[in-house]
């Protein structure tokens, strides 16, 4: 059991060796642990983004096949993101249901947070850790639009899986990239998050600005 436990925390680290061990069963693995991570409100520390560009290398070198890795993993993701989200909305409602002021006073901030800034929240928190485990569950506690929800996390999670997937799967085999991973990887996240918040930012200005 502990074997497991370290093979799915490092398994961004230790993917060529569980394609070697586990031939196709590789892909039930990748998609326990993107499924984990993103519905487990608990499990922040799964490699998430650094598991789906080894996975994207391996797919260039065809040890992985890249179509079922991409269905399968954002059809992992989508469904972690509805589990996180009927959690939140389960245990919110046992949580609230006490007559509690502060409670109260929280969660109708959430719902109004919701209301306003839900579709950028959900689709943007994919591509930052903690946040892509804690956002659907904060949504389920709010109730947030279930329709709304549902589209915002199937746009959040295939731009999630696709985006370093196919990096991974480009670039990964890239002498450079191959020799130099670690700082690579670090600046194509860093990179990406940059951009991400850039365009988060300018996206709420104009809400805002069109609602004035």
Not at 2 to 20: F, G, T
Not at 195 to 207: D, S
Request: aromatic share 16%; hydrophobic share 50%.
């Amino acid at each position: 059991m502990q074997e497991i436990i370290e093979l799915m925390i490092h398994a961004d680290q230790l993917i060529s060796d569980i394609v070697s061990r586990y031939g196709t069963l590789t892909y039930l693995i990748l998609f326990a642990i993107i499924f984990i991570e993103t519905g487990l409100v608990v499990v922040t520390f799964f490699p998430g983004d650094g598991l789906l560009f080894s996975a994207g290398i391996l797919a260039a070198s065809q040890d992985l096949d890249l179509t079922p890795l991409l269905i399968l993993l954002s059809l992992a993701t989508i469904l972690g993101h509805i589990s996180n989200f009927f959690i939140g909305r389960f245990f919110g409602e046992r949580f609230f249901r006490k007559q509690d002021e502060k409670r109260y006073y929280y969660l109708t901030k959430a719902k109004n947070y919701y209301d306003k800034w839900g579709n950028i929240s959900i689709i943007a928190s994919r591509f930052f850790p903690f946040m892509r485990s804690f956002v659907p569950f904060v949504a389920g506690i709010s109730k947030m639009n279930l329709v709304q929800f549902h589209w915002c996390n199937i746009v959040g999670g295939v731009g999630w899986i696709c985006t370093y997937i196919l990096l991974g799967y480009f670039f990964g085999e890239i002498p450079l990239v191959k020799d130099n991973f670690g700082y690579v990887f670090s600046i194509i996240i860093i990179t990406l998050l940059i951009y991400l918040l850039i365009v988060t930012a300018k996206m709420t200005i104009r809400r805002v600005r069109e609602k004035k």
